[in-house]
């Protein structure tokens, strides 16, 4: 019992994790729920870190991944999820620096 609570994926992370697989065919995926960090109820799922790397991303221009990121998860960022960081990166761009910056602390309620 104790184990399920510790690391409980939830719908909409599962849901994410699944699309971004199917699309992108990632080498090393990440899809981390922050809302814990937030001001929000126990166990929410509306603000999510994805570490994405795929070759997709090579040749593309980095605000044109996160494009591609933000369309293929387009239904759950119109529905419960209202802020998502992402780090696309090719697999060169990984092997160089796998260190990923800690996603800045929400400052209320402003997307932007």
């Not at 971004?20 to 729920?33: D, G, Q, R, W, Y």
């Not at 929000?40 to 044109?64: A, G, L, M, R, Y």
């Amino acid at each position: 019992e104790m184990r399920r609570m510790m690391s409980t994926v939830g719908k909409v992370q599962a849901s994410i994790t699944k699309k971004i697989t199917s699309k992108l065919k990632p080498n090393h995926l990440e899809v981390i729920n922050e809302s814990y960090m937030h001001n929000v109820p126990k166990n929410s799922e509306t603000h999510f870190k994805v570490i994405v790397v795929s070759e997709k991303f090579n040749e593309v221009k980095h605000i044109d991944r996160h494009r591609m990121v933000n369309k293929i998860l387009s239904e759950e960022l119109e529905g419960p999820v209202h802020a998502l960081s992402v780090k696309a990166k090719t697999p060169a761009q990984w092997e160089k620096s796998q260190k990923v910056d800690p996603s800045p602390l929400c400052k209320g309620g402003s997307k932007k």
